[in-house]
C-alpha cells in the first residue's frame, strides 16, 4: 500500500520549499527532516529538491538575497559571488573558523536566511494544493477505468 495524496503532496512541498534556503549542501537532510515531522513522504521530499538545480539556484538565491535585504532594510548597491560565499562558508566550517564565517558569510548568508521565509510558505503551499490535486485526479481515474 502506497502513500496517501497528502502525505506525498505534503513531502514533495517540503522538499521544493527547501530548495529555497540558503543550506546548499543540507536540501536532502533538512527536506527528510520536515517531511518526517509534517507526516509528508521523505522519498517525495528529496524529489521535491530536484526543484534547486543548477539552472534555478541562481535565480532562487539572488531572489531570496535581495528580498532579505529589502525585509532587513539593508540599502546600497553589492555584488556578491554566491559560489564564493558558499565555497568560504564551506571552508569556515570545515576548519572551525567562525571569524571567517562572521565576516565573510554572515553578511550574505544572513539576508537570504531572512528572504527565502515568504518563498518558503509561498512554494510548500503551492506546491502541496498542485500536487495533492494531480494526484487525487488519478487516482479518481484509475479507479473509474478499474471498474
Known sequence: MGSSPQAIAAG???????????????HFVLAAITAFLCKG?????ALGTAMGNPWTFPFI??????????FLGVEGEIR?????????SMHALMTF??????????????????GCIPYYIVAWVVTYFI????LTKLIEKRRKNAK
Not at 100 to 108: L, Y
Not at 131 to 134: A, I, W
Request: overall charge neutral; hydrophobic content about 55%; proline content about 5%.
Open 41 to 45: 513522504n521523505v522519498l517525495a521530499s
Open 131 to 134: 500536487v495533492k490535486h494531480g
Open 61 to 70: 538565491w539572488v531572489s531570496v538575497f535581495y528580498t532579505g535585504r529589502w
Open 80 to 88: 556578491v559571488s554566491f559560489l564564493t560565499v558558499f565555497e568560504k
Open 97 to 114: 573558523d567562525f571569524s571567517g564565517f562572521a565576516s565573510d558569510v554572515w553578511p550574505v548568508f544572513f539576508p537570504m536566511l531572512v
Open 12 to 26: 514533495v512541498a517540503c522538499g521544493v520549499a527547501i530548495s529555497f534556503t540558503p543550506f546548499v549542501g543540507l
